[in-house]
């Protein structure tokens, strides 16, 4: 008998679990759903005092995730009011978010993205019909050291599973502008709008961007035929020379520039020789500050491209793992 209570009360608990685990997803959905509906209003406000255009959301449905901070929104249109449709997105699932509080950790993943009809309208119809097949895939993630200060974050952009192009930055100097961000996002709309019209706004949010440093950081691009495809379909609808021409012409501008170091040079003619893939990155001893490149106190003691490429620890390299 004593089996058979403790079963039943395993089931019950169980049971309202899982209950209270689907209430609480639904709960997020609703939030969000409430999110973009509200965000549509903000574009429509905005496009009538003539700020932006009417951009208008709208998708086929939304999915939650408490125990991961996570949404899915399935078969998201961003268009125009009025005007139709500019891109469509088969999925966007997006990691970490939270109603209080910006997350340290986040992602974003945008899966079959498409051009849609409305934003090829001005483009030759060979030319649309070929961007209108491409499929595109974007994703973005970054991370945040409360204890530090520093803030890395990625993103990639594939498209056909033929193209790449990523990059990455390590930031330093973050906690002022990370605490004015979190402030902002506690508040309304209606809150945010008027401390955005305060005179001393824009000067503070500034500063705050003006301590922060680069530490390092990379490209890279990586190319499985499309550069070419895409210059030929180009140069088929007389936009630009193709691939062949443009190797052509760059490759014997970078020879007979002499200015350009042979570091540089060289992995940029081995690229457009054989354009598979390219990496450049870079990583600062002591980290240049925004306000220090604004002012031009970063550059102070580079006279020449080898400065700067020591100054940065710069490498770029072609075609190698």
Wanted: hydrophobic letters at 40%.
């Amino acid at each position: 008998m004593s089996k058979k209570v403790w079963l039943g009360a395993a089931l019950v608990l169980s049971a309202s679990a899982v209950a209270g685990f689907l209430y609480a997803n639904h709960h997020a959905e609703q939030l969000m759903a409430g999110h973009i509906e509200r965000s549509n209003q903000q574009y429509l406000q905005l496009a009538e005092q003539g700020d932006m255009p009417p951009i208008h959301m709208s998708y086929s449905k939304l999915s939650a995730n408490i125990i991961t901070s996570s949404y899915k929104i399935r078969d998201l249109h961003i268009g125009i009011a009025g005007m139709g449709d500019l891109v469509t997105v088969g999925e966007v699932e997006l990691i970490g978010l939270q109603r209080d509080g910006l997350p340290e950790d986040g992602a974003a993943r945008l899966k079959d993205l498409k051009l849609a009809p409305q934003a090829l309208a001005s483009v030759p119809k060979d030319l649309a019909d070929y961007l209108a097949t491409l499929l595109m895939e974007l994703s973005y993630q970054y991370k945040y050291k409360a204890k530090t200060g520093e803030l890395t974050f990625q993103q990639e952009l594939r498209v056909d599973h033929h193209f790449s192009l990523n990059y990455r930055f390590a930031l330093t100097g973050v906690t002022d502008l990370w605490q004015f961000a979190e402030n902002i996002h506690g508040l309304t709309p209606e809150q945010q709008q008027q401390q955005s019209e305060q005179p001393d706004y824009l000067p503070g949010l500034m500063k705050k961007v003006g301590v922060i440093g680069v530490a390092n950081g990379s490209f890279e691009i990586e190319n499985k035929e499309f550069l070419q495809q895409l210059f030929d379909k180009l140069a088929a609808a007389q936009i630009t020379t193709d691939y062949a021409s443009t190797q052509q012409q760059l490759s014997a501008a970078l020879q007979h520039n002499q200015q350009i170091p042979e570091s540089i040079r060289q992995p940029v003619l081995n690229f457009l020789q054989k354009p598979e893939r390219l990496k450049l990155s870079f990583q600062f001893q002591q980290p240049p500050t925004f306000s220090q490149m604004q002012d031009g106190s970063a550059m102070a003691g580079i006279e020449t491209a080898e400065d700067f490429i020591s100054f940065a620890s710069l490498s770029l390299t072609a075609n190698s793992n």
